[in-house]
């Protein structure tokens, strides 16, 4: 008993004197033994010249994609590729640094005044868009670790009817937009949280993690890469750059012979067929008239969507914590007493006053405000798009890959029995 | 005739299209270039921001957390009496289980001389909780601080403890500079 109330006594005496003299409680010893300070170890983070090898080899896979899309025309070499890639840029380096997360490290340094984008990333981010602008989706066929793991897994996928995979392409810009606003306001990386495959790669996943993980493969066995088709945010910027794309993946490397065996080869359903030529004067005049229509709307889109996502700023602004704290702290003042409630704690431990906390907190809110109505007109113009491109018809003559959906895996080219050189393979 | 112009014309919508999308992705790189560093970032805790609210133990993507604790050895008292090492107002002074401020034993005690004792975490053994750190923070000298270690840390594009930190405490820092210990600060402080 006596020992304890010292030892109280002695630390209250020491707390008291380090206060005062602003030096340290406890003063270094001298020691007499000759003893020698050691220091603390600090293990390098992995080096700087790592990194840009991680650009080297992507350039490297998406040529070589390239190459193998457009030239070698091999489905087997795309494989091989994009199994290099899972294993380098998935599990040897776990899924970071990745061009779908890229968008948001973009996005902060736009917004963010403090922060500053790192030369790799800004890379992963240019690069694969560059290349599907001249070559189409080559970084999704071989280069993205997330569609390789999907890839692999498609065992006996499905058609599915062309509405639902004309509604389920719209989720990614919602995502893309909701990445974009969290990103800008920097409250989260919501990309990089919700990232369903990457508890895989570092075999660390926590069970909700590997669950939806787990979903999203078992999904893909039937409907074949659902988190690219669905979700993949850096997906939807893909697909308008390889839909413009100069050079692009054919099924045919010669005259399409309307042979219908590659109709069903693409599990994707990104391969569309020749249109039909019964087309009336009257079913132009139709057309024209629904394009003129649609295309006038898209102002009203996006003003309507705009003015939605305004409105529903307070909803999204509550992921951000400083604000869900604030809001905690107005709805709920006798939290304050909770002792358990960490961030409560620091708060109030932390000196700052409760006004400038309110005030921060509507300076956040403020830029949600901006944020909705940019999300929302966003939102609103690609619907509006989505409609206009219905209303136009654009004629085929033969089978072609959608160049915006295709990923150009080359699943469809052994398919084709036409060679190089024009002349058609026997079939059995 | 009227199929070749309508070729060409896609042709055209094509091409000028693919020119103001390269445009846009260069004008969107060009932008950010500017902005850009060669440096490449880490995350890592700032010891004086940190409250030891213990999220690092259980928020970190890794399990055990890449946080560890790291006794600043220049900023150590070598206490007998180690407010970090022993609970606050345990009854005998021996290094039994339930008197040991660390829940999983990864600190070392090792007799230096009389009365100083030299304490080394077990990264091993360490899981980030903070309860050491508190405990030196609040009576002793703040030697054992929380640091981010990056031979286990994997540099996620954002830290899953930065972003529940509830003091904003976890911030990048450049890659060439990546740990903030208080002993570089105690040193400058006295020179």
Redesign the interface.
Known sequence: MRKYLTIILFLIAVTYSGLVTGQQRFPKPEFSTGYVTPSPTTPEPRANLLEYTDVVVLVIVLAIASWIAIRKRSRRAMLWLSVFSLIYFGFYREGCICSIGAIQNVTLTLFDPLYAISLTALLFFLIPLIFALFFGRTFCAAACPLGAIQDLLIITPFSTPVWIRKTLSFIPYIYLGLAVLYAATGTDFIICRYDPFVGFFRANASFNMFLIGACFLGLGLFFARPYCRIFCPYGALLNLMSRFSKWHLAITPAQCIQCKLCSTSCPFDAIEQPTEEVKSDEQEGVNLKRFIIFGLLIPVWIIAGGYIGSKSHVFLSKANPQVHLTELLIAHPELKNDVNNIDIQTFLTSGKSFEVQVKEAEVIRHKFYIGGWIFGGFIGFIIGMMLLNQSVFRRRKDYQPNKGDCYSCGRCLKYCPVKKDGTVAEID | MADDK?FNRRDFI?NS??IT??LA?AG??G???M????????WQIDPFKC?Q???CATSC???PSAVKC??????????D?C?GYFKN?V?D?NTGAENLVCPTSAINRKF??EP?F?FDINEKLCIGCGKCVKGCTS???GSFILQI???R??????C?IA??C??DAIK?VP??K??L?K?DF?KKDKS
């Open positions: 309508k094509q299209m693919r999308l390269g992705v969107l790189g932008l950010t270039l902005r850009s560093t060669g440096r490449n970032y880490v409250t609210c213990g999220r993507v890794m399990t790291v006794n600043a050895y220049d900023l150590c008292g070598y206490c009496l407010t107002g009854k002074l230096i001389e100083y030299q009576f002793g000298n270690r990056h031979d840390c994997k540099n996620c594009n954002e899953a972003r529940l509830p003091s990048r890659a060439d990546p740990y210990i002993g105690v």
